[in-house]
């Protein structure tokens, strides 16, 4: 079945861009069926969601953070990426990539494959 | 600040129903979907649409709406239920984005 993992460094300097890679196992990332979305949780916090993408490279990103996410798709690999930059200890928190639905009518957004998630910690 | 309100803690007896709510302006137009969230693990879908469960999902989960507010209902609550709750749907702008609630921890006695 449609795995998602996480990958990319566990620790990333103030002021530098945190980046992270989901890998797609088990079905195609170029769906038109789906995004593929970032949502992250500081330690003991809720979720927050960061962005999504589709497989044609179209973003969606979180008004409080648009500013500094950038988000990729590379089909080839089966990967989308997630780029923060100027990170501060507050973009300390587990990082989950997830697929998620459009809209279908009245019911929107839901998360059905999450991965397993990874810990960024901003720390000099 | 999530423009979906989740109660921070709710607590239920050992078999006893319990309802974990949701509340947000958005919710008179769309559904809320729901997932549970154990300690150390990835966030698990468990109800959407109007009352949709992903298989595998026991039938004691159930979500229901009305009006500004989504309901999850665990009838017969299980010691394994003990979890972290959250709620999550689309917010009412014109340019449409994800929204998530503040989570519900839900404790099981």
């Known amino acids: 079945q449609l795995q998602l993992q996480e990958s990319g460094p566990g620790l990333v300097k103030p002021s530098e861009t945190l980046s992270l890679t989901c890998t797609v196992s088990?079905?195609?990332?170029?769906?038109?069926?789906?995004?593929w979305g970032w949502i992250r949780q500081p330690p003991g916090k809720g979720l927050e969601w960061i962005g999504s993408?589709?497989?044609?490279?179209?973003?969606n990103y979180n008004p409080s953070l648009r500013s500094r996410v950038t988000m990729s798709v590379d089909t080839s690999k089966n990967q989308f990426s997630l780029r923060l930059s100027s990170v501060t200890a507050a973009d300390t928190a587990f990082y989950y990539c997830?697929?998620?639905?459009?809209?279908?009518?009245?019911?929107?957004?839901?998360?059905?494959?999450w991965g397993q998630g990874t810990t960024v910690t901003v720390s000099s | 600040s999530s423009e979906l309100t989740q109660d921070p803690a709710v607590s239920v007896a050992l078999g006893q129903t319990v309802r974990i709510s949701c509340q947000g302006d958005?919710?008179?137009?769309?559904?809320a979907s729901w997932y549970q969230q154990k300690p150390g693990q990835a966030p698990v879908l468990v109800n959407y649409?109007?009352?949709n469960r992903p298989s595998g999902i026991p039938d004691r989960f159930s979500g229901s709406s009305s009006g500004n507010t989504a309901s999850l209902t665990i009838t017969g609550a299980q010691a394994e239920d003990e979890a972290d709750y959250y709620c999550?749907?689309?917010?009412?702008?014109?340019?449409?984005?994800?929204?998530f609630g503040g989570g519900t921890k839900l404790t099981v006695l």
């Open positions: 958005s919710l008179r137009t769309y559904y």
């Open positions: 649409g109007e009352n």
């Open positions: 088990g079905g195609s990332i170029s769906t038109s069926d789906y995004y």
């Open positions: 993408i589709f497989y044609s490279g179209s973003t």
């Open positions: 997830a697929r998620h639905t459009f809209c279908r009518g009245a019911s929107c957004y839901t998360f059905d494959i």
């Open positions: 999550n749907s689309r917010d009412s702008s014109p340019n449409p984005y994800v929204v």
